[in-house]
């Protein structure tokens, strides 16, 4: 029986501006309690280093759920999040211990719908030209490239002021 050649994961790599000029900005901000069209600031343990790693993401929420949408594909959080479970949301001081679970590729295509229609301006080169208006056979489509989480949070975790480390 031959064995079938692996897809790679995709990933796509942020660019300079991206990467030195627009995270920086939108997580300054957030840092400092202004979210930016949902932003909030991501914590998560490094797989390997065990050290925190932050980066901006944009807090979907749906119907009073919650969920983290890669739109670069299988990045460094995402990779990360999968090996602990759980990480951080930040939003100026308040720190909010978060459980996650990823979400299997048949349930994506309506959060990746909402979160083009929220987000497209921002994140659309992302999706390979599929948008908010994509047919769902599209969306199934594209579904492998961009991880969902769905947010929980921690038996006894709630928000806390507390300095991060």
Known sequence: MAESAAVPERYDQPGWFTKNVFD???ATVTRLGISVAGS??????????????????NLLTIDSKRYLVAPRGHTQWVKNIRVSGAGRLLLGRRSEPITVTELPDEEKPPL?????????WEVGSFFGGVGPDSSDEELRRIAPDHPVFRIGAPAGGGSTTEPRS
Do not use: C, I
């Open 24 to 26: 920086r900005a939108v």
């Open 40 to 57: 909030r600031v991501l914590e998560v343990r490094g797989r390997k280093s065990g050290e925190w790693r932050r980066t901006p993401v």
């Open 112 to 120: 990746l719908r909402e979160y083009l229609k929220r987000w497209k």
